[in-house]
């Protein structure tokens, strides 16, 4: 993975919490609240500093359309975060997603190296298998008794993806800590 590890075991005692907190509320309420995607991105913001300071990391060329710049890492994640809303937010207006999804995603990925993009992507789909087979076992069990009232049971084809993006975020800093650069 290209993550360092110590980037990852950096971030992922502050991002862990906020994860569990995205999972409960979108399965409670089928909202993730925008409060948890402020904290996920201040969260990168002030950690970042200390796990990638751009002052005492190499500098990575790239392009920005046509011209071409030369940014500290933690410039190039904190790129993500506006790539990724953009495209979020398209996807919204499409109706392929919802905008809290879309809003995670984006605070998410600034967290996530771009040389781990395809691990990433194994990780999101097992994620989603797990969380999609996971959600509706329990919810067709006497599991469901244990919280009767969430919103998720009765949403129909409707299904919490903040259960299947917070754990993949999660599960991709804990394999960052362990096979990080």
Same mark, same amino acid.
């Given at each position: 993975?290209? *993550?360092? #590890?110590?980037?990852?075991?950096?971030?992922?005692?502050?991002?862990?919490?906020?994860?569990? &907190?995205?999972?409960?509320?979108?399965?409670?309420?089928? !909202?993730?609240?925008? $409060?948890?995607?402020? #904290?996920?991105?201040?969260?990168?913001?002030?950690?970042?500093?200390?796990?990638?300071?751009?002052?005492?990391?190499?500098?990575?060329?790239?392009?920005? %359309?046509?011209? =071409?710049?030369?940014?500290?890492? &933690?410039?190039?994640?904190?790129? $993500? *975060?506006?790539? *990724?809303?953009?495209?979020? *937010?398209?996807?919204? #207006?499409?109706?392929?997603?919802?905008?809290?999804?879309?809003?995670?995603?984006? #605070?998410?990925?600034?967290?996530?190296? =771009?040389?781990?993009? !395809?691990?990433?992507?194994?990780?999101?789909?097992?994620?989603?298998?797990?969380?999609?087979?996971? $959600?509706?076992?329990?919810? $067709?069990?006497?599991?469901?008794?244990?919280?009767?009232?969430?919103?998720?049971?009765?949403? %129909?084809?409707?299904?919490?993806?903040?259960?299947?993006?917070?754990?993949?975020?999660?599960? &991709?800093?804990?394999?960052?800590?362990?096979?990080?650069?």
């Amino acid at each position: 993975m290209h *993550i360092p #590890a110590a980037a990852a075991a950096w971030f992922l005692p502050f991002v862990l919490p906020i994860c569990f &907190y995205v999972a409960f509320t979108d399965m409670r309420d089928m !909202r993730i609240k925008n $409060h948890a995607v402020y #904290a996920l991105t201040l969260i990168f913001v002030v950690i970042g500093l200390f796990a990638i300071p751009p002052w005492s990391t190499d500098w990575l060329s790239g392009n920005l %359309g046509p011209l =071409s710049v030369s940014l500290p890492i &933690y410039a190039w994640q904190l790129l $993500h *975060i506006v790539v *990724i809303l953009l495209l979020g *937010i398209i996807l919204n #207006a499409a109706g392929v997603m919802g905008a809290g999804d879309a809003k995670f995603m984006a #605070a998410a990925s600034a967290f996530i190296w =771009s040389g781990d993009l !395809r691990v990433m992507m194994l990780i999101l789909m097992a994620c989603i298998l797990a969380a999609v087979v996971t $959600h509706r076992l329990a919810k $067709h069990t006497p599991l469901r008794a244990i919280a009767p009232h969430w919103e998720s049971w009765d949403r %129909g084809k409707q299904f919490p993806m903040g259960l299947a993006l917070a754990g993949s975020l999660a599960m &991709y800093l804990i394999l960052g800590t362990v096979l990080g650069s």
